[in-house]
């Protein structure tokens, strides 16, 4: 059986992935480190080489549990992960974002992008773009924020962010009703969704391009 460990920023996270891999032989070890995140609700920032130094340390732990592969589904973390991390590292490093940004890039017409934390929208789009020149792809991309969304997620009232998360959503689909419209947190993920399917439209997320790229790349076998 595939070993997958997953570092997240938040638990709630921890239910979305086991969700994803449920129809797969795998097992999912789950390492919860909200640190990085906490920098963002009042409380001490640490320098980027801090937080990175963090990250190393974690992958490090993480491979010594004789896993498979490393699934980073914190933005913010993933935001850290360097080429030389990822040389250094025993077994695959999957980011959140990285199948998610080949997605989006592929997209000739304008596109929304919808951010609930602020923190994450720079090194995010950064490395959106770079992945994108790097296959001569120009995304023309339009970025939205929900105001004080994250804040309510760190706080776990977890009603109130999907009530927050849904509004936007609603607001961006009323806007922009011929734009592809995706969210960039995987705990926006089971909002989008669902919204789709009340809506009857497409809202792109990161959590199904992960899940379709590692079950390719590792060969995931079904257990149905």
């Given at each position: 059986m595939t070993r997958i460990a997953c570092l997240h920023g938040h638990h709630s996270n921890i239910s979305l992935l086991s969700d994803a891999f449920a129809t797969f032989d795998v097992e999912l070890i789950h390492f919860?480190?909200?640190?990085?995140?906490?920098?963002?609700?009042?409380?001490?920032?640490?320098?980027?080489?801090?937080s990175h130094a963090k990250l190393r340390d974690q992958l490090t732990w993480m491979q010594s549990c004789a896993a498979?592969?490393?699934?980073?589904?914190?933005?913010?973390?993933?935001?850290?992960?360097?080429?030389?991390?990822?040389?250094?590292?025993?077994?695959?490093?999957?980011t959140i974002d990285g199948p998610f940004f080949h997605e989006l890039a592929q997209h000739t017409e304008p596109q929304v992008l919808l951010f609930s934390n602020p923190a994450t929208v720079q090194p995010t789009m950064e490395r959106l773009v770079k992945h994108a020149h790097?296959?001569?792809?120009?995304?023309?991309?339009?970025?939205?924020?929900?105001?004080?969304?994250?804040?309510?997620?760190?706080?776990?009232?977890q009603e109130a962010y999907r009530e927050?998360?849904?509004?936007?959503?609603?607001?961006?689909?009323?806007?922009?009703?011929?734009?592809?419209?995706?969210?960039?947190?995987?705990?926006?993920?089971?909002?989008?969704?669902?919204?789709?399917?009340?809506?009857?439209?497409?809202?792109?997320?990161?959590?199904?391009?992960l899940t379709s790229h590692i079950s390719a790349t590792l060969q995931l076998c079904s257990n149905r």
């Open positions: 919860v480190d909200p640190g990085l995140l906490l920098q963002n609700v009042g409380t001490p920032v640490h320098t980027k080489e801090q498979d592969a490393i699934v980073i589904t914190c933005t913010q973390y993933a935001s850290l992960v360097t080429p030389e991390d990822e040389a250094m590292a025993t077994v695959p490093i999957f790097s296959r001569n792809l120009h995304p023309e991309i339009q970025i939205n924020i929900v105001e004080n969304a994250f804040a309510l997620l760190m706080e776990n009232k927050a998360i849904k509004d936007a959503l609603y607001h961006l689909h009323q806007t922009f009703p011929d734009q592809p419209i995706a969210v960039a947190q995987l705990s926006m993920a089971p909002i989008a969704d669902q919204f789709a399917k009340e809506n009857g439209c497409a809202i792109s997320h990161p959590l199904y391009s």
